[in-house]
């Protein structure tokens, strides 16, 4: 395990910690699950502040956990999870969101922090359903 990524997990669990659910080092990746109610200011965090400084949303997805581990999974069912690269710390971090309502899964958009989301989280609402709160366009784009 890199050790550069073990003082990187660190200070994200001493800067941002209740509102991370967990931080787990594996593979070479660093995740994080933040919490539902906290993830909008997290995310403007880690864009903004210069220890983290993560300039660039590489990649944004839904996910449905309702057939994760053979039906095994007893957690909450949608989930967003965003890719981000910080250029300046050399860094990629992982961030997974859980969705506080299965029925209507949402969460806050970050269109507004990074442009990059805006067909991202367009794509999760048509696939998944996942509704981002502060979308200015949220619209299908893929189905009817």
């Known amino acids: 395990m890199s050790a550069k990524l073990e003082v990187f997990s660190q200070k994200l669990q001493d800067r941002f910690g209740i509102a991370l659910e967990s931080v787990v080092?594996?593979?070479?990746?660093?995740?994080?699950v933040v919490a539902s109610s906290a993830y909008r200011e997290v995310m403007q965090a880690l864009r903004d502040e210069p220890d983290f400084s993560f300039?660039?949303?590489i990649d944004l997805c839904g996910v449905d956990y309702l057939s994760f581990g053979d039906g095994a999974w007893q957690g909450k069912r949608f989930a967003t999870v965003v890719h981000l690269l910080s250029i300046k710390n050399n860094l990629r971090l992982r961030v997974r969101v859980f969705s506080d309502d299965d029925a209507f899964p949402s969460?806050?958009?970050?269109?507004?922090?990074w442009k990059?989301?805006?067909?991202?989280?367009?794509e999760s609402f048509d696939l998944y359903g996942i509704a981002y709160v502060g979308h200015e366009d949220l619209r299908r784009i893929l189905t009817d």
């Open 25 to 32: 080092v594996a593979l070479g990746e660093v995740t994080a």
């Open 55 to 57: 300039e660039e949303l």
């Open 107 to 113: 969460v806050c958009s970050v269109t507004d922090l």
């Open 116 to 122: 990059s989301a805006n067909w991202f989280e367009r």
